[in-house]
């Protein structure tokens, strides 16, 4: 076995174990690390840049052969030459695939992260809602007769502050993200999984502005509005 293929070896090894070590996360409900995708970026490039020294060498020995004179351009021995130059290329041509493929996994797993931070934030505030419907089904009263706030209305009043805050908060965490999804189109303009990705985050930021400026009794401004709205309910 030729050096080259020495070090083949080694590094798809190393691959086919990253591999393993992300199926292994995947099939036991965890998020693979994305160490391990930058890990497999890593192993992958090392391998194009063997192929590369190997076709280049491969170049070299065929053109000064045939220089030469000891290969004849159309022989056996020069197409024989030939054709593991073909095959090195085929093999950079597949390493090249497989170092975007990973990088597509490395991003799609941090959109999944991302998202799943979003989805934790809306249960949250979906189950603060929760409560605060509960107590409306339960016809508590927010103010009493003299129109103090009742350990009701104060539960209330702090989970429709809680929930503008985290929806501010989700809507900041948008603008980030599609800030960083901006920068990666500027280097890959027509990238259409981008372009869909940063239209869906622009989309979802707006309903999350949007539904914080709906809570009338989100701002302090805005308390002696939902004192009014309330005590009129009850």
Same mark, same amino acid.
């Given at each position: 076995? @030729?050096?080259?293929?020495?070090? @083949? @070896? ?34 992958? %490039?090392?391998?194009? %840049? ?8 491969? &170049?070299?020995?065929?053109? !000064? ?21 073909? @095959?090195?290329?085929? !093999? ?28 934790? +934030? ?47 908060? &989700? ?19 027509? %990238?259409?999984?981008? +372009? ?18 709906? %809570? ?14 309330t005590s009129n309910a009850f």
């Amino acid at each position: 076995m @030729s050096q080259f293929e020495d070090i @083949s @070896s080694s590094i798809s090894h190393a691959v086919t174990m990253l591999d393993k070590y992300i199926d292994l996360a995947d099939k036991n409900g965890y998020y693979a690390s994305p160490e391990l995708y930058q890990k497999q970026l890593e192993q992958y %490039n090392n391998t194009l %840049n063997t192929l590369t020294s190997e076709r280049d060498t491969l &170049q070299s020995k065929l053109q !000064e052969s045939v220089q030469s004179g000891l290969v004849e351009e159309g022989s056996e021995t020069w197409n024989d030459m030939l054709q593991q130059i073909q @095959s090195v290329n085929e !093999e950079i041509v597949d390493t090249i695939i497989n170092i975007q493929e990973v990088g597509n996994s490395l991003r799609d797993l941090n959109f999944t992260i991302f998202e799943r931070g979003q989805d934790d +934030i809306s249960n949250l505030v979906s189950e603060g809602q929760f409560y605060v419907d509960l107590l409306d089904k339960m016809n508590k009263d927010l103010y009493d007769d003299d129109g103090k706030i009742t350990n009701e209305g104060l539960t209330v009043q702090g989970i429709h502050s809680e929930n503008y805050a985290a929806y501010l908060k &989700q809507a900041d965490f948008y603008a980030k993200e599609i800030s960083a999804i901006e920068a990666e189109l500027e280097n890959d303009p027509a %990238n259409t999984t981008l +372009i869909d990705k940063k239209q869906e985050y622009i989309e979802a930021q707006r309903e999350s502005v949007l539904a914080a400026h709906s %809570n009338p009794c989100a701002w302090p401004t805005r308390h002696d509005r939902c004192r009014r709205r309330t005590s009129n309910a009850f």
